[in-house]
């Protein structure tokens, strides 16, 4: 049978949907048609903010260099070439998948479609599986994916290509007769079955993302999925907590060594210049299965890569293996800088003297970082947010961001904000470059905005120069240009005419000028 992916995607997020690539290849194991309608091919303003050219005005990322293969810019209009490629494709299932701040994208997509050629449409993601309730009730959806699609999909696909009922599939919820079947959870996915990524699917500028200040032929890499930690803002824990809790199963998996091998394989048969490993903890992982992994990176890949980690993963022995594997950039989670309010209110309890050791160790084996900081949480003052600044400032990372907290179902702090009556219980959030959408009588909007942009300014220039930022918080025409003035003296100073680097693959010199 034939399937339409359809990714609705902001323009500036450059890296590929793993998720899709894997039940693209799945399908395809199975002989049915799949084709992807992404949307990161057009500039379309209800997708929202370009997230590169958002962290490249804030500082969050240093000044990049044209990208040669760029993806193409499409000038038509987004929604007639929906109703073109449903139209000449026509598809009997079209299946989105999408985060939440770019559902109600989504439904408009869907919406527009004149004729759907009798498709049948579902959607799977973090949205669906914490907001099943919300997403079911549009007239435009006809099932949902609770959990991993994987299994649920392909069973799903089975029955259509064979004719029959689809009502009782696990993990999905079947519209039928103005009823709403719902289908209890079925058991996670064995990782060690999955076939490599379809990466046909995709255009092939699609694969090309600025790390460094360079553009690289940039893979995804899964070694586990599930995380052990449990912080607040992430839906990780109610993940973990949803298959342990109703299908009895760990969603923590590990890939084998052998298994991610091969996946790095088939990348670098393609061309690959740099690896993303997407793991939200990648040193959630063994020392032995660490050792296994480096030796094998290092002598069978020999890339630069990138990864994330917490601060209190980096100890002198895993820094050290880092290293030895080849690393290139991390991505490091500290989020607030107030240890009483990070244990307390985020569930992360680490000191911050673990937290400046850790990343000290990244500058002792020269592995350039950024650091990851959120203001505007449930409770937090601007005081608070001010122990965010000071601690940013003991730390020597290359680059630093600080995004809004986004209230996203499937988080515990969702639910501190309901509680707190700071959200409307009907609300579904936009992307975290947007405003707070919380309503905090003890930290106002415009204060938490103005913090926001400020927070590079406060962390790189001199203390003295602190009255002079808090006017650049204001948002005003004049708090504007002030802004612009301090971050235009943060790129001269902090940033300069940035050279991309030259040590990592002479080959690379093909992908733009410096």
């Known amino acids: 049978m034939r399937v339409l992916f359809v990714y609705p995607n902001v323009r500036g997020l450059y890296m590929l949907p793993p998720a899709v690539a894997m039940l693209s290849a799945l399908l395809k194991r199975e002989g049915h048609d799949c084709r992807l309608f992404d949307t990161t091919y057009w500039n379309v303003a209800e997708a929202g903010v370009d997230s590169e050219a958002h962290k490249e005005k804030h500082l969050h990322v240093r000044p990049y260099e ?18 073109a490629t449903v139209d000449g494709f026509q598809p009997q299932l079209i299946a989105v998948s999408c985060t939440e701040d770019l559902f109600p994208f989504a439904i408009q997509l869907l919406r527009s479609l004149k004729n759907k050629h009798g498709a049948k449409t579902i959607i799977g993601g973090i949205f669906a599986t914490f907001a099943p309730d919300k997403c079911i009730r549009y007239p435009e959806i ?6 991993e699609g994987e299994i649920p999909l392909t069973e799903l696909c089975r029955r259509m290509d064979e004719g029959k009922s689809c ?24 990782i060690e079955e999955s076939p490599l990524p379809d990466l046909d699917i995709f255009e092939d500028a699609r694969f090309y993302r600025p790390f460094d200040g360079r553009i690289y032929k940039t893979f995804p890499v899964e070694t586990h999925r599930g995380c052990p930690y449990r912080c607040a803002y992430c839906n990780s824990p109610m993940q973990m907590d949803l298959y342990k809790n109703e299908a009895k199963d760990n969603f923590f998996r590990l890939k084998s060594i052998e298994n991610v091998r091969r996946e790095l394989l088939l990348y670098k048969s393609r061309g690959a210049q740099y690896m993303y490993f997407w793991a939200d903890t990648f040193l959630a992982l063994s020392d032995s299965y660490l050792q296994e992994m480096v030796a094998m990176y290092r002598d069978e890949i020999g890339l630069p890569f990138w990864c994330q980690t917490r601060p209190e993963t980096l100890t002198a022995k895993r820094v050290r293996l880092l290293k030895d594997m080849g690393c290139h950039r991390v991505g490091v989670g500290v989020e607030h800088g107030n240890a009483k309010f990070r244990e307390t209110m985020l569930d992360r309890r680490v000191s911050n003297e673990t937290i400046v050791k850790g990343l000290k160790l990244l500058n002792e084996y020269d592995i350039k970082y950024s650091v990851n900081n959120i203001v505007g949480f449930p409770e937090e003052t601007r ?7 000071r601690l940013n400032r ?15 179902h499937g988080t515990a702090l969702r639910d501190v904000a309901l509680k707190k009556g700071f959200i409307d219980p009907a609300l579904i959030v936009t992307s975290l470059t947007q405003p707070t959408l919380l309503t905090m009588p003890g930290f106002v909007r415009h204060e938490i905005e ?9 962390v790189l220039l001199e203390e003295e120069r602190w009255p002079e930022i808090r006017q650049a918080e204001e948002l005003t025409p004049e708090g504007d240009r002030v802004w612009d003035k301090l971050t235009e003296e943060c790129r001269e100073r902090f940033f300069g005419q940035y050279a991309p680097e030259r040590d990592i693959d002479p080959q690379l010199d093909h992908v733009g000028a410096a």
């Open 167 to 190: 009502l009782f599939v696990p993990n999905l919820w079947v519209k039928q007769d103005g009823m709403v079947q719902k289908n209890p959870l079925g058991k996670a996915l064995d």
């Open 142 to 147: 006809d099932m949902l994916c609770i959990g």
């Open 383 to 389: 005081e608070l947010a001010f122990d965010t600044i």
């Open 450 to 458: 103005g913090m926001r942009r400020c927070f590079v300014p406060y």
């Open 66 to 83: 044209k990208n040669t293969h760029e993806v193409t810019l499409n000038t038509t209009d987004v929604y007639e070439e929906f109703n």
């Open 394 to 408: 003991q730390i020597k990372a290359d680059t630093r961001n600080m995004y809004t907290f986004v209230p996203f």
